[in-house]
């Protein structure tokens, strides 16, 4: 292999790693922001419901609100959770491809 | 401020429902004890001659509506009070409910929920089926917080006219009873009133009747409060109108579901005067859809015995007041005792008066069975067999003139409108579209010829055409022209085919007169002859100069089938040259 082709080959598989990083931190941020931001929200409404609506059949809508909100974050949670394997798990492909490209000979 | 609804306050709400069925009853007890005085004292003979009638008079004027007015606020506090708890029924499990706030609330989530579509809707495939579940999730918590709206507004629709007037009429009762119970009825029967008290609470009462009566009414769309407030006194201004006329409290009752009944909005330059003459204007014309409504709801069937027919004779001088078929409107005024009702005089005028206070009523519809059903029900002998009633049995026979002209009218207009060139022709188009008629019912009747053995000008030997709907709605067809004892075309000097031959509605069920029920059948005893034939004497001056002076005289049934007969001619008697003319209409009704 030509030196010149080798590095090419590592400047694309660095490029393209770092893209993919990119994008997953960005989702990960940004599920994490608007992930908090909806929770904020969702705790909001309960506050606004308390003050507007009482009785067993508010508590009940509160609680089944209260339950949703918690279900999403630990689906969020979840989702980062995938989201930062995904990220490994592309890490370590890179790294491997890397670590492959690293030990071609060049002429 | 929106509304706001509180259990504390509901049961505020019961607890003044159940207090003033209490006080009602203690009243009602009071006055008990009041009116047994003055019945012991008219019983005992304590009062008597002039001082009984001036105690009746008291009993008439103060006692009676005072009692009717305690019963029947109790009767509707406790109504409502049912209708209330069945209503708060809606607000299970909640105590508080606030329409400003929770639609804050709504408007804040929606909002909310229009931004995650816009996320979700983003191409991050990791991310984007959480905000579609969340936004999923919103859309339902949407629905079911104004669910709770929804119920906040219609408890508050149900129930906003269930207790806004009796606080008014309560403390007015209360006012009665203590006037009533600290007066004292004198030995001349008079009623002297103890000092500081006073009649005021009479007016109250008389103006709650009518509310109580015809119901709560709706907020009609565009009015502000204030026009709503001049819309019920207009209202019930009216509905004391129609009371006066005679009808009662379940047709009054029917008048207001009638106007609740999808009110229309009030236009912007429409004022509340003009609305309410509009929307009440069908009440002063027969058969239009709120005065069927208002018949209707004085059902015959509620009564027994001798109400039945006292509400029957009552629901008729209603329908001729309405008609203006009483002395008040139509003139000349029947013979001397007849004072309550007017006479037909053909004239042309007169019958436009009369068509006019018509609604758009068609000549099947099922009014006029009803009508037929409530006269024989009101007048059991007949009419010229209702000795006792002899002045309204002179209306309501000569109505059925009025009847048959304004359906002779609607065949006309129904013509009109589909390009008839003629009565026949709208006739047919008429008969066309309905596909409900009868051709075979005997025409013998409108047959006459006068004492010369000439027939009536304008007709033509045995051709008088006879069509009946129902057997009670009638058209008689004379070459291209219907005719009818009065005509809103034709004064009855030039309608004399008209007046003697002419179309008249039917009272009876259908042609019993020559039944074959049994070998001892009397025709005389039969509906059709007590109702429609046998009633010369009730008849218009007008018509009875035509056909007497005249000597106008159908054929006898066997002249009618006879060719010898002066009825008949070129060798054929009236009734088969009737047949051969009905025959020929009846291809022409066939062909399309």
Known sequence: MKLEVKLHQQQQLQADYERIE?????????LEEVSAQL???????????????QGPAAEQFIDDQRRATRQFLQQADECSLALEQERRAKQQDFEAAWEAISHQEVD | MGLRWKRDEDVEISNAFATNIASMQQFAQNLQTQVQNVVDAIEGGT????A???????????????????????????????????????????????????????TRLSDLNKEIDAIHKLPFKETRHL????????????????????KLREFDQDTQNLYSTWDEEVTAIAQGVNYITKGKVNANGTFTPALGTNRDWLATL???????????????????????????????KRAK??????WTDASLAAFGVCLNYNPKKLGAKQSVADYVKDETADADKVGSGLFRAMWAADDLKMYDGNEKAAAAINKLQVLMRTAHMDAKHLTPKLNPGDEGYGELDGSIAQTKMLLSHFGDISPTSDFWNDLSETVITALPSGLQGAVLNQPLAKAVNQYRYVISAQQMQYVRDYGEKHGAANDREALIKYLRSTGEYDLDESARLHQKKNSEDKPAPDAKKGQNLKIVQNFHSEFILSGDHLISEIDPEKDSDHNTNGVVNGSSFNYAEGNDYNSDKSDEWNAMHSDHYKYDMEVNDLDPIFRKNKTKLSEYKAPSSSAYNSAQSKYGEDGL???????????KFKEDLDSD
């Open chain 2, 206 to 236: 008389k103006d709650n009747e009518i509310k109580r009566i015809v119901g709560p009414l709706e907020r009609p769309k565009g009015m502000t409060a204030a026009q709503y407030r001049a819309y019920k006194k207009a209202v019930y």
């Open chain 2, 131 to 150: 905000f579609q579940d969340k936004y999923k999730q919103n859309e339902a918590t949407l629905i079911k917080l104004n669910a709770q709206l929804t």
């Open chain 2, 241 to 246: 109108e129609l009371q006066a006329r005679g």
């Open chain 1, 39 to 53: 929770a904020a929200n969702d705790r909001m409404l309960v506050a606004g419901l308390q003050e507007c609506w």
């Open chain 1, 22 to 30: 990119a994008h997953l931190r960005k989702q990960t941020k940004e």
């Open chain 2, 47 to 50: 009062l008597s001659g002039k």
């Open chain 2, 573 to 583: 008697s009236a009734h088969e040259i009737n047949q051969k003319t009905m025959k």
């Open chain 2, 52 to 106: 009984y009638n001036a105690a009746n008079e008291v009993f008439k004027e103060l006692f009676l509506p005072l009692g009717k007015a305690a019963d029947s606020l109790t009767t509707s506090l406790t109504k409502a009070s049912t209708q209330y708890l069945s209503y708060r029924e809606k607000m299970a499990g909640t105590d508080f409910l606030d329409e400003d706030a929770m639609s804050s609330n709504i």
